[in-house]
């Protein structure tokens, strides 16, 4: 975006027209942060904004101020969401790369006639889809582009405490607590900013993290006792969990959330892989460190794709087959996988 883009979308945001924020399905902490950081910050301008989410985000994110106002579209009747999507003046997607990441909702978001706005991180943003593009894949987070965008649009007075907590919340979910994506010194600017703003970090850290059912913590110990499988000589572990197993375990929405960057820990491992059965298919998450990039097996055998430390795909064999397909895969990564990392 140039200069004259980011002051002629300040104007668009002051006007008198909706404006529909959204993220992709499945929203993570990175994916509601975003649209809630805008959503506080436009609606001191604008009060006519909505938060529209393809489905239903987790539990350890509704302490975000105004979260239970959130639309989330595959509860609402297709006719409604088609009326509120065509009101809208501007759409902003963010923290995906393409409509099709917001699965089931896409359809009804193109063809709404709005301006559309992405923001996002991601490789390889399907351009012609949007109006106006703010993608960078050296940023942590789009948390953190959303802060650069309200900042170059003039509105960082308006970056209030309730937005400034969201963005932390995007920053810090999608470094995994300044683990990896972290490298630049912009991203803790950014951060002793939102401090200053009034953000409580330690109260964040506990709202965030500290915020998950004992069943929870019972499937993440069932998970590593029970369901690691290490593959010792592809430096790769997998965990596999049955929607029994979850079932088993009172799962809810986000559970597993973290549970792949665990086996990260264990020195030798340099790829982490979940895989979680939901109702048609097997959900994959895919992790790693150092130089070895994940989204590459994640986008040509699993239908994904994401970053290179982090991504996801889909499966539609069974969780053994799964296994056997990735078994067969890795052999040709062999050599970069016990190669010296960074
Ligand atoms: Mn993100």
């Known amino acids: 975006m140039t200069n004259s883009d980011f002051s002629s979308i300040g104007n668009l945001l002051r006007g008198q027209g909706n404006i529909i924020i959204t993220s992709h399905y499945n929203p993570d902490g990175d994916a509601v942060g975003s649209a809630m950081a805008m959503y506080h910050t436009i609606k001191q301008i604008n009060p006519n904004v909505t938060v529209v989410l393809p489905n239903r985000f987790p539990d350890f994110l509704k302490w975000i101020k105004n979260a239970a106002d959130v639309v989330i579209f595959d509860q609402y009747d297709q006719q409604n969401m088609a009326g509120l999507f065509n009101k809208a003046s501007v759409i902003f997607c963010l923290d995906y790369n393409a409509p099709s990441r917001v699965e089931s909702m896409a359809d009804t978001m193109m063809a709404a006639p709005a301006t559309k706005i992405l923001i996002d991180h991601h490789p390889n943003p399907d351009t012609a889809a949007f109006n106006y593009l703010l993608s960078k894949i050296s940023a942590s987070s789009t948390a953190e582009l959303v802060y650069e965008f309200l900042e170059e649009s003039g509105l960082t007075s308006y970056i209030n ?50 915020n998950f059912s004992e069943s929870r913590l019972r499937l993440l ?4 006792d029970k369901k690691l499988l290490i593959l010792s000589e592809y430096r790769t572990a997998i965990i596999s969990l049955s929607k029994q197993e979850l079932n088993d375990f009172q799962y809810k929405t ?35 460190k150092g130089d070895f990039a994940v989204n590459r097996i994640a986008a ?22 799964t296994i056997e397909k990735i078994k067969s895969i890795l052999p040709f990564y062999q050599n970069e996988l016990n190669g010296d990392f960074k």
């Open 221 to 224: 110990g069932y998970a590593f």
């Open 254 to 288: 986000g559970d597993t959330e973290g549970i792949v960057n665990y086996p990260l820990s264990i020195k030798e491992i340099n790829v982490s892989i979940l895989m979680t059965e939901r109702d048609d298919l097997i959900r994959l998450s895919f992790r790693s």
């Open 161 to 210: 405490k309730a937005a400034a907590e969201c963005i932390y919340t995007g920053i810090i979910t999608d470094t995994g607590s300044f683990s990896f994506s972290c490298n630049n010194p912009k991203t803790y600017r950014i951060m002793a900013a939102l401090i200053e703003i009034g953000v409580d970090a330690e109260k964040l850290h506990r709202l965030i993290y500290d």
């Open 300 to 321: 040509e055998y699993f239908e994904g794709g994401g970053h290179k430390n982090a991504a996801g795909g889909n499966s539609y064999l069974s969780i053994n087959d």
